[in-house]
């Protein structure tokens, strides 16, 4: 069974720290990339960093650029988001996806795990 699961949310104030995990079982991790994506109250999930370390490939959108770290232990499965300097916009859902390559398409993933919530106060 193919499952990603998310964990490592929860509330912070403005400024702060979190890190969020996704650990994959049930495919072949190192062929896959693995993408973080978000979604807001109201607004559409949004792609947000992505990475596939077999291919040596690490991307992130402007809004988290230089405030948010990608990293993958492929021994573990396992794909780490550190979050620094959030912000009350950073507040969502957030989920992680696993695809062939890394997008930013939601079409293009074919695993999703269930989301855990970041809360940032200001």
């Known amino acids: 069974e193919v499952q990603l699961v998310e964990s490592g949310g929860g509330l912070v104030q403005a400024g702060g720290s979190l890190r969020i995990s996704c650990v994959a079982s049930?495919?072949?991790?190192?062929?896959?990339?693995i993408g973080w994506f978000r979604q807001a109250p109201g607004k559409e999930r949004e792609g947000i960093s992505c990475?596939?370390?077999?291919?040596?490939?690490?991307y992130y959108t402007g809004s988290v650029k230089g405030r948010f770290t990608i990293s993958s232990d492929n021994a573990k499965s396992t794909v780490i988001l550190q979050m620094n300097n959030l912000k009350p916009e950073d507040t969502a859902i957030y989920f992680c996806?696993?695809?062939?390559?890394?997008?930013?398409?939601?079409?293009?993933?074919?695993?999703w795990g269930q989301g855990t919530q970041v809360t940032v106060s200001s």
């Open positions: 996806a696993a695809a062939r390559e890394c997008s930013y398409v939601l079409e293009d993933y074919t695993y």
């Open positions: 049930g495919f072949s991790f190192d062929d896959y990339a």
């Open positions: 990475i596939k370390n077999s291919a040596g490939m690490i």
